[in-house]
């Protein structure tokens, strides 16, 4: 069976951001219905676009993810990869959610989001060699080169 890797960041600044990231690797793997592969040391950090009092935990993990079925076919292929990035999405946000996370999507006079503390984050940086463009799912992250809690974490367990 084909594989591929799939990595998320995680973040936390809220209450026992340890035991928050803890949860949500216990519920991404429930979720996805694998054990993780590799997850990164927890890296302190100051909140990344936004002011607040509290640090960030942050960490990656790795999954080893089965290749979604599709056929040969280069745009049957790119959908697959879609509607799986769509699934593995909707796991997260739903996991944010359910840990009590309420999404407050807000954008400034500049156009760019604003960002606020959180009890959980949970974004997907890369999926294989997956490219995905669309307003509401980029694969790979966009942000994660200017993100230092992201690369370290990530450097520690790239393959």
Request: aromatic share 8%; proline share 6%; glycine share 6%.
């Amino acid at each position: 069976m084909e594989e591929y890797p799939l990595y998320l960041g995680l973040g936390s600044n809220i209450g026992d951001r340890k035991g928050n990231i803890i949860e949500a690797l216990a519920r991404l793997d429930k979720a996805l219905g694998c054990h993780y592969d590799a997850v990164s040391d927890l890296v302190e950090t100051d909140p990344w676009g936004f002011e607040a009092d509290e640090k960030f935990m942050n960490a990656v993990v790795r999954y080893i993810m089965p290749v979604p079925r599709g056929t040969s076919e280069y745009a049957e292929c790119v959908n697959a990869h879609t509607d799986e990035a769509r699934k593995i999405l909707r796991i997260c946000k739903d996991i944010e959610k359910s840990m009590g996370r309420t999404e407050n999507v807000e954008y400034g006079p500049d156009g760019k989001r604003m960002y606020h503390s959180r009890i959980i984050d949970i974004d997907i940086l890369m999926a294989g060699d997956w490219l995905i463009d669309e307003p509401d799912l980029k694969i790979p992250h966009p942000l994660m080169q200017e993100r230092d809690f992201v690369k370290i974490p990530l450097k520690q367990i790239m393959k």
